[in-house]
Structures are given as structure tokens and as C-alpha cells.
């Protein structure tokens, strides 16, 4: 386990994707009020890692549009090229605890428990699950420590990746969030048509 962990610590630094392009379809719900939009997405992450969007399609309630689907994209643009140290899933901000062996999609991994140090926003409690040959993550799951809005109670979330050429590439997000108004709400996105853009260079 030490020694994957280990390896993972080098990897991150170098898991960086910019240069790329990939389709992202939004799906958000609100149990509750029985109401569900969707949105499609070209999203872009230039070389100095900026994300950007461009809509092709959407669909349903414009509540959930504008409040869940909307708010998410924005606030991954406006993060989007800046230093994330203070929320990176280093020794820094967490505790490793090894919890086991497992295999994920044909490949051996290694799952580990994280604590965060510190009650920061954008840190979770929760797992990791990595790569045994790379290091890489391919699934990181749990609940942000502290809520983002004081509109939300409570967010839970689960991320999955794919490696492709030595890098995580993202696959799906699902996220579940405990409103103050509308009791709980989801989103799921799935990310496709993952391409590099041309001459790309591997970091």
C-alpha cells in the first residue's frame, strides 16, 4: 500500500490534463418537486488549464438549470488554471489510511481512507481508490467537509476515471446535495469523445 501511495504522490503532480477536449452531458434532478433537466456541453481545457464550455443542447426545468447545472459549470470555470494545493489530496491537507486491495474494470486497485486536516472548503472525507501500476487515481468518493453556500447542508459525491495515455482521464461525477429549499438534489455528468488537442505534448 505504501509503496502505490508513493506512487501516486508522483503521478498527481504530473496528472495534469490540458490541451484536450471531451463532451460533457449534464443530468439534474429534483426528487422532490419531481422536476429534471439536461444540458450538453463541448468542454475545453486549454494549455494553461482554463476550463470553458460551450453549450449544444438543453433540456427541462430552467430552476435546475440555472441553480444546478449553471452554478456547477461556473464555479469550475472561475477555479478553473488556478493553484489548487490547498485542496490537493496530498499528506499535506490529508491522513492515508490503507483499507484493502480491489479490482475496478479488469485492473488492480488500491483503496485508501482520507481524513482531511483541516475544515477547508473543497475537502472531503472519505476514499480514494488508485491504480496499482500507475498510481493514477480511477475513483474518488465521500463529502466535502464544509458546505460551499449556507443554501446547502450537505453535499456527497463520487468521481470515476479511465487511464488513457498515463493520465486519470474523467469519466463520471455523480453528486448528491441536501438543500435548505428543495430538499435534495442531484447531478450526474458524463464526460465523452475525450480527444487531445493537435500536437499535443505529454507532461
Do not use: C
Request: hydrophobic fraction near 35%; aromatic fraction near 12%.
Amino acid at each position: 500500500g505504501e509503496m502505490v501511495l508513493k506512487r501516486y504522490l508522483v503521478a498527481s503532480k504530473k496528472n495534469i490534463l490540458r490541451g484536450v477536449n471531451m463532451m460533457a452531458h449534464f443530468a439534474g434532478r429534483l426528487p422532490k418537486l419531481e422536476k429534471s433537466a439536461t444540458l450538453d456541453a463541448k468542454r475545453h481545457v486549454n494549455k494553461e488549464g482554463s476550463v470553458e464550455y460551450d453549450t449544444t443542447d438543453r433540456q427541462g426545468d430552467v430552476t435546475i438549470q440555472k441553480y444546478l447545472i449553471a452554478t456547477f459549470i461556473n464555479g469550475e470555470m472561475e477555479n478553473s488554471g488556478k493553484d489548487n494545493s490547498k485542496v490537493a489530496v496530498t499528506p499535506e491537507n490529508y491522513k492515508f489510511k490503507y483499507k484493502g486491495r480491489r479490482e475496478k474494470d479488469g485492473r488492480s486497485v488500491f483503496v485508501y481512507e482520507i481524513n482531511p486536516r483541516k475544515k477547508r472548503e473543497g475537502l472531503f472525507k472519505g476514499e480514494i481508490w488508485l491504480d496499482s501500476d500507475t498510481g493514477l487515481t480511477v475513483r474518488e468518493a465521500g463529502r466535502f467537509v464544509k458546505s460551499p453556500s449556507v443554501f446547502l447542508k450537505k453535499v456527497y459525491f463520487a468521481r470515476e476515471y479511465t487511464i488513457r495515455e498515463g493520465f486519470a482521464v474523467p469519466i463520471l461525477i455523480q453528486t448528491s446535495i441536501e438543500t435548505r429549499f428543495w430538499g435534495m438534489a442531484e447531478l450526474d455528468i458524463q464526460y465523452s469523445a475525450f480527444t487531445w488537442e493537435e500536437q499535443h505534448a505529454q507532461v
